[in-house]
């Protein structure tokens, strides 16, 4: 197949090979234009791999520019967390990173442009009476006072505004187009509002800021954008983003061009109401591995792969859909079944003791790192006569269904011996607190050829060697498919989406790095947590159990 079959085709591509096909463009020019007002979610990652694999599959460029029109709510924190999330995602930016701000000049001398024309004026209403004035979807708006000032007049109140000698909130600047536009983007609006605040760029220099649609539409064309993609709630804008081009002197013309975003089940992709989650403490920060943010997916273990998988499966178009999360998951667990080392580590742990087995005794047993993968080569683990198992894979009766640990019924521990259980001992309270076993020395992992029918296999830690971790089994954060719907989405946080269990793994897991996934045999995908683990107790997240357990429930 070649690499021009293989490329998935959607319909902004078409129009791509069109323009291309038609010589209207030689070269393709995207851009990724994040605003710096929080972190990136799983959302932007499928803008990213858009625009940037837009670019990559043409031989084109992509810009990375941030949209810095809103000095209040923005932070250099999120311009770092955004270069960091592209560059994890596997895509690189032409040339240096862009700022809106970096025009904020050029925007300046088109607002002036503009007002020349006669087709923007000063406005001093209120933001309150310009939103009384705007009208409604049934009924259109009605022109402010302040829309017939003389050209000279709106030039030096504008001079004026640029100055500081205006309050924040009583003067802005305004285009002239049309208050009885079916439109309501199109009803005169702001250009450019006041504002005293350090930008984090610009530092002090303006206390005046273009507004998104002003500005944007203006960036694209400085930087020769071709084709400018964005969601669907812009496809009116794009009435505006072309009516300021058509109305000032600039060469470049770039289109707009709109798709749906991505809407995710169990999941909240408003950047406000993830704002709130983190302020109210629900989360520990936007890289909580509950999060749906690029940096809580990455921490909690997912890799780039499996995101740009995922963006690859959902596809471009213009059907606004809700995808479901076992999408996502299924992603990562394809994942990480070909690619993750397996390891050992118990959860739930109670002790079981070999009573026939040497005393102060250990061996070492050789396990492969992966089942189907002989390159990833194997590894020795220790065994002794006192090991930790998952309580759940014990009773003292069960039914035939039951393929793991019963009292006087064999089973064998993966990769090592058959054990048989004797007997229990108990606390006061009636809770199991060791299991009393034999073994058999013959059957060190023989399986099936040393011909015991054993029903099942159990994995175990060395009590001896065991290494104390902590274990984070995330769930998802929400417990209803569509949050963003309800009254209150805080209500409907899940309680279980974290819970904490002090469990014990194979001494390799002491080699663990952030980021790097296991699968603990038996149990799920498991990684290290970069950020709140310490040399003496590691701590694991769960990336995600080894099938959908949500389907089962209905959920």
């Known amino acids: 197949m070649s690499e021009a079959e293989a490329r998935p085709t959607n319909f902004i591509r078409q129009i791509i090979d069109e323009d291309l096909a038609s010589g209207k463009h030689t070269t393709i020019c995207t851009r990724f234009p994040p605003e710096p007002n929080g972190y990136l979610h799983i959302g932007h990652a499928k803008s990213i791999c858009l625009n940037f694999g837009i670019a990559q599959d043409y031989q084109g460029t992509c810009n990375l520019r941030f949209d810095d029109t809103n000095p209040v709510k923005e932070d250099i924190e999120y311009v770092d967390s955004i270069k960091q999330d592209v560059e994890w995602l596997g895509f690189h930016w032409a040339g240096d990173v862009r700022y809106s701000s970096d025009y904020f000049d050029q925007l300046y001398h088109y607002a002036i442009e503009l007002i020349n024309k006669g087709l923007a004026f000063v406005d001093e209403l209120t933001p309150e009476q310009i939103r009384e004035y705007r009208g409604t979807l049934t009924e259109p708006g009605k022109n402010s006072p302040y829309r017939d000032r003389s050209v000279e007049e709106n030039l030096a109140l504008f001079e004026k505004m640029r100055a500081g000698e205006f309050a924040e909130g009583t003067a802005c600047l305004r285009a002239k187009i049309d208050m009885a536009s079916p439109f309501m983007v199109m009803r005169d609006p702001v250009l450019y509002r006041i504002k005293f605040a350090d930008h984090h760029q610009t530092g002090n220099k303006w206390c005046i800021y273009p507004m998104y649609d002003f500005t944007h539409c203006i960036s694209d064309a400085l930087e ?55 302020t109210e403490k629900i989360v520990e920060g936007w890289n909580d591995p509950r999060m749906p943010t690029i940096s809580g997916l990455r921490r909690r273990g997912y890799t780039a792969a499996s995101i740009r998988e995922f963006c690859k499966r959902i596809g471009v178009t213009k059907q606004d859909n809700t995808v479901e999360m076992a999408s996502l998951e299924a992603c990562i667990r394809e994942d990480l079944n070909e690619n993750a080392p397996r390891a050992m580590a118990v959860i739930d742990p109670v002790k079981l003791i070999i009573t026939n087995y040497p005393q102060g005794q250990s061996e070492m047993v050789t396990m492969p790192n992966h089942p189907n993968r002989p390159e990833m080569g194997n590894r020795e683990v220790p065994f002794s006569g006192e090991i930790w198992i998952d309580r759940a894979d014990f009773r003292e009766e069960a039914n035939k269904q039951y393929k793991r640990l019963v009292l006087g019924k064999e089973v064998r521990l993966r990769n090592a011996y058959v054990i048989k259980a004797e007997e229990v001992e108990k606390d006061a309270d009636g809770n199991i607190t060791a299991i009393r076993c034999s073994y058999d020395a013959d059957t060190l992992s023989k399986d099936p050829a040393d011909g015991r029918k054993v029903k099942g296999v159990i994995h175990w830690v060395s009590a001896a060697h065991a290494l104390p971790i902590e274990i984070r089994l995330y769930d998802r954060l929400f417990s209803v498919a ?63 159990g080894l099938r959908d357990t949500w389907a089962k429930m209905g959920g």
């Open 482 to 544: 569509n949050p963003g719907s309800a009254e209150d989405f805080l209500s409907t946080v899940n309680p279980e989406s974290l819970v904490v269990k002090q469990g014990y793994g194979e001494q390799s897991l002491k080699a663990a790095q952030p980021e790097n996934a296991y699968q603990f045999e038996r149990e799920g995908y498991f990684c290290l947590d970069g950020l709140t683990s310490s040399a003496d107790k590691p701590v694991f997240n769960r990336t995600v």
């Open 224 to 278: 020769g954008i071709t084709h400018s993609l964005c969601t669907l709630e812009f496809q009116d804008n794009r009435r505006l983003y072309d009516w300021v081009l058509d109305n000032i002197t600039i060469p470049a013309h770039p289109r707009q061009y709109e798709f749906s975003r991505l809407n995710l089940e169990y999941a909240i992709m408003s950047k406000r109401k993830l704002n709130l989650l983190v």
